[in-house]
Structures are given as C-alpha cells and as structure tokens.
C-alpha cells in the first residue's frame, strides 16, 4: 500500500433550497459562477494549486450534471494513476444503503475509500464557497501546532454571525468554545467549513458519532463539540483573503459583482492561481461598434449590441441592440432581446426576454408577488423560461414558467 500524506474529501451533495430555481435541476456545486466556471471549481482549484491531488467528491442531491462535469478530474490536473479525482456518491453494501445522513456521516460511510491511501491528515472542504485558499499553509500551522484538528476561520459582521458555527480561541489560536449558528454569538470568528484532521483521530470520533443514536450526523454540531468537550488540540487557522458563502441568490449575485471594477474583489485573472473549468470553449466574444459596455465581465461566445453595465455576461448570452442589462447576471445561452431592460437581475440559463421586456420593472404589469428567496431588489428567471415582449416583471419575484402576456401563472 502507497501512502498519500493528505487526502481531500469534498462535500458536494446539497440542494441549495435557498437559490430557488437555480438548483431545481442541479446540486449547488454545480451552479454556474463568473462567465464561465462552476462553483465547484474553486475548491477543486484549491487542492490542484496546493499539491492536493487526491479528492473524494461527495456528491448527492442531482448529481448527473456535477458527475458528468467534474469526469477524470483533468481540468484540475488530477486524471492520475496514483490519487486523482473521485466521485463519491452513496452506495448500496450488500443488501443494505442509505443516503448520507449528515457531513460527518457522509465522510463516515467513505472510511474504506480514505483508508486506501493511508493518509497522515484529511482536509474536509465544502463545495459551495468562492474562495481562493493555500490549503499547503493550514496543513503546516496544524503539523507545527500538534493539533488533533484545525478550523479555517473567517471574520463576520456580527450581525451575519447566527449563519455560521462561531467559536472562540486563545491567543495561540486554541480553541475553548464552539457554538454552532447561536442565536447569541459570542464572537464574529466563523467556521469556513474547511477542516484539516489528523487522520486517526478522526476516523475514532466518525465511528462513535455513528454509534450514537442522538446524533445528527454532523461536524459542526456533534463531531467537533465531542472533540472539544474531550479537550483535543484544536485550533483555529485565520483566513484574511475572499471567501463568500453563495447559499442566497444575493449572495450569489453580489459574488459575481465582486469580479467587476478596476481592483475587483475577487480577481479571476491571477495567473499564479488559477481557477480551473470544464468550460464550453466557445469562440472569443463579439463587441458590436454600437455597444456600450462599462465595468463587466464578458465571457466567450456572448454577442453584445446594445448597452451592459455593471453586469457578468456567461457564455454565448446574447444582447441584441436596444437592449440594456445593469447590476445583473446573465446565465449560459440566454438572449435578451432588442429594447428589453434587465436591472438588478439574475437571468437563468436558456431563457429568451422578449423585446421591449423590463426584468426588475418598478412598475409590472404581472402580478407583484414578492419571493422570500430574492432579497434586495433582485429578480429571478429561471432555467429555459421565456418573457414575452413588453412584459414587465417586478422586483423580488421568482419566475420559474414562461410569461407570454400580461399575466403571471404562478
């Protein structure tokens, strides 16, 4: 048996209820970010630029799409005889199996695939954060700290705090108490979900978390507090760079904003950190002469006639003359038509906005039913769905069938 010093397990089996339409069809991880890139493909980008090569990917919820993308790993450099990429979905053992149950049950039920490489440490990842991250640096602060297990902390408001598992540590970075989402907080130090554990040790806590009946079956409510209440070396390891939570269509729509500007705030074009796809190698995109474009991201094979401001364009979506896009995403394929207004919108993949059309209307002609998932004025369209010409649709509301006329079918 070989022996692979660290060994990647990524969690990439969730719904992501939050982003509404977005993951009707796919897992999170899976949804498009940045022009062309998958959300996905950051963690796996991380591992491949620390050396990691060997990655488990856990998948789930809608995994057709996330299988088929993430394939032998090559884009990430991890189609390799030894370690490489692996998807990991739940699996039936002799007449028996059951869906992951929890993070640390999912983690649980691959012991035998881990156990395979004989790995010193086990880096657990999330796969729905947008981050650029060293993971080589935390695994040298957990080798010199001795530690049983080492948390990536990331400093919130504290009015964000209740979201996250918030904990507190001393001066060298040890850490004494841990809540998961407490309605108080005691602290702003936030959980990133990105563990590093020393191997052993977390292989015993995963069998006792199973064998007890009372638990969830995950890490930041059963597996870490049982470590911590038995007083193991844990520590946090502070993380100062970007990191984004894309859970909520706002927090997904602000992430691709954050590409945009002069000095973005998340820089995509750094070569000495690559971010990696599976992307559809279409040809360059097209600027007409009568095209108006400030402050965007415009990926390949998009086709610009008319004006797009403060906006992420993905691949091969098309804004024809007349048309104007501001403060919004729009998604793979999809066409907005001559004279039609996007504002503060994120407009799904494959959808056609008829001309004249206004997506974000502060005065619609359908009915303004609001939708707990779009926050802050954004608006939804939703995978393949088609707006008629002249419809207006109002801010904060979901659309997920088409709309021909001036009535909303919802």
Known sequence: MYSIECVAMLLAGG???????????????????GGKYRIIDFPLSNCSNSGIYTVGVLTQYRPLELNTYIGS????????????????????????????KGTANAIYQNIPFIEQFNPEYVLVL??????????????????EKGADATIAVFNVPIEDASRYGIMSADESGRIYDFA?????PKSTTASMG???????????????????????????????PAM?????????????????????????????????????????????????SRNDGLPGHYISPKAKIKNCCISEGCKVF?????????????????????????????????????DKAVVSNNCVIGENAVIGSDQPN???VKNSMCTNGITLIGDKVNIGNNVRVGREMMIEHDILGGGCDE
């Open 15 to 33: 719904q992501g209820s939050r982003l509404g339409a977005l993951t009707k069809e796919i897992a999170k991880p899976a949804v498009p970010f």
């Open 73 to 100: 790993g090559q884009p990430w450099d991890m189609d390799r005889l030894r370690g490489g990429a692996f998807v990991l979905p739940p699996y039936v053992k002799g007449k028996t199996g059951e869906w992951y």
């Open 126 to 143: 999330s796969g729905d954060h947008i981050y650029k991250m060293d993971y080589r640096r935390m695994l040298k602060a957990h080798k």
């Open 180 to 184: 998961e989402k407490p309605k108080k």
């Open 194 to 224: 990105v563990y590093i554990f020393s191997w052993q040790v977390l292989k015993k806590y995963l069998i006792a978390d199973e064998e007890n009946e009372n638990s969830t079956k995950d890490f930041g409510k059963d597996v870490i």
């Open 228 to 276: 911590l209440n038995d007083g193991l070396n844990m520590f946090a390891y502070s993380f100062d760079g970007y990191w984004k939570d894309v859970g909520t269509v706002y927090s997904l729509w602000e992430a691709n904003m954050d590409l945009l500007g002069t000095v973005p705030l998340l820089n995509l074009y750094d070569t000495n950190w690559r971010i990696y």
């Open 306 to 342: 008319g004006t797009v401001e403060h906006s992420v364009l993905f691949s091969g979506a098309v804004v024809e003359e007349g048309a104007v896009v501001k403060n919004s995403i729009v998604l793979p394929y999809s066409v907005i038509k001559k004279g039609a207004i996007i």
């Open 366 to 368: 359908i009915p303004h």
